[in-house]
């Protein structure tokens, strides 16, 4: 039985992949990794996964979760057997992404997570999603389950964040692109070009979905893994 590893993206944990393991755990041995809270380097990150995993496994990540699983395609390539891409970028920080990061980081200081989780999540979330109560309520519960210090500590991890666009078409395993249409966080363009870099790449679009795909399209997200592992 293959095993899954599912990572989560900045200020997320477990729950954000808990709709594809509960639908996928009958076929495959699924981890859906608990958080990155305790680190503020890409690298600390994957070291971690690499600890715990199995010698071999397939791997997913999500926004910062999928940076993480490509440094771990970048130190160990030879321990993941398939890989898959949410909602994330290959390139290095720009320019005004310090600024734009520190701003954010403030906000979490000074109001809280409640308040920083109430302007960062209309930036992420499709707009048709934003007044459904319940959605908005968990999304904001986990956001607030980190703190400003675990914020910092993981903009820091991005904002050193190497480049990886050469790692791309190192990667010989089968390997799936995916994110929301709607995405204005990490956008369509940037994963049209990692997935014309990785060599038998496919790319899928999900519609009606912005940034957070694993909980905004959970059935999409999940078929699209199923059928990832499968071919």
Same mark, same amino acid.
Request: charged residues 20%; hydrophobic residues 45%.
């Given at each position: 039985?293959?095993?899954?590893?599912?990572?989560? #993206? @900045?200020?997320?944990?477990?729950? !954000?992949?808990?709709? *594809?393991?509960? !639908?996928?755990?009958?076929?495959?041995?699924?981890?859906?990794?608990?958080?990155?809270? #305790?680190?503020?380097?890409? =690298? /600390?990150?994957?070291?971690?996964?690499?600890?715990?995993?199995? *010698?071999?496994?397939?791997?997913?990540? +999500?926004?910062?979760?999928?940076? !993480?699983? %490509?440094?771990? $395609?970048?130190?160990?390539? &030879?321990?993941? &057997?398939? @890989?898959?891409?949410?909602?994330?970028?290959?390139?290095?920080?720009?320019?005004?992404?310090?600024?734009?990061?520190?701003?954010?980081?403030?906000?979490?200081?000074? *109001?809280?997570?409640?308040?920083?989780?109430? +302007?960062?999540?209309?930036?992420? !979330?499709?707009?048709?999603? %934003?007044?459904?109560?319940?959605?908005?309520?968990? @999304?904001?519960? $986990?956001?607030?389950?980190?703190?400003? *210090?675990?914020?910092?500590?993981?903009? /820091?991890?991005? @904002?050193?964040?190497?480049?990886?666009?050469?790692?791309?078409?190192?990667?010989?395993?089968?390997?799936?692109?995916?994110?929301?249409?709607?995405?204005?966080?990490?956008?369509?363009?940037? +994963?049209? &070009?990692?997935?014309?870099?990785?060599? #038998?790449?496919?790319?899928?679009?999900?519609?009606?979905?912005?940034? $957070?795909?694993?909980? &905004?399209?959970?059935?999409?997200?999940? =078929?699209? %893994?199923?059928?990832?592992? $499968?071919?």
């Amino acid at each position: 039985m293959t095993d899954l590893i599912l990572l989560p #993206g @900045l200020l997320c944990d477990a729950t !954000v992949w808990a709709p *594809q393991k509960e !639908v996928l755990s009958g076929e495959f041995r699924v981890t859906a990794w608990r958080h990155f809270h #305790g680190h503020d380097s890409l =690298g /600390a990150m994957a070291r971690e996964v690499l600890d715990e995993a199995p *010698q071999r496994f397939a791997l997913a990540g +999500h926004s910062m979760g999928g940076r !993480v699983a %490509l440094e771990i $395609m970048r130190t160990a390539p &030879e321990r993941v &057997e398939r @890989l898959a891409l949410f909602d994330t970028t290959a390139t290095p920080a720009t320019a005004d992404e310090p600024q734009q990061r520190q701003e954010m980081i403030e906000l979490a200081r000074k *109001q809280g997570m409640a308040a920083f989780a109430a +302007h960062w999540l209309p930036m992420i !979330v499709h707009p048709q999603r %934003l007044h459904e109560r319940q959605f908005i309520k968990a @999304l904001t519960g $986990m956001i607030c389950r980190a703190t400003p *210090q675990i914020f910092e500590r993981q903009a /820091a991890a991005l @904002l050193k964040r190497p480049d990886y666009r050469a790692l791309l078409p190192q990667i010989t395993c089968p390997t799936l692109v995916a994110c929301g249409r709607d995405d204005l966080w990490s956008p369509v363009a940037p +994963h049209e &070009e990692i997935a014309a870099a990785i060599p #038998g790449a496919k790319l899928a679009l999900i519609d009606n979905c912005a940034h $957070m795909a694993t909980v &905004e399209a959970p059935a999409e997200v999940a =078929g699209l %893994l199923r059928a990832w592992l $499968m071919d």
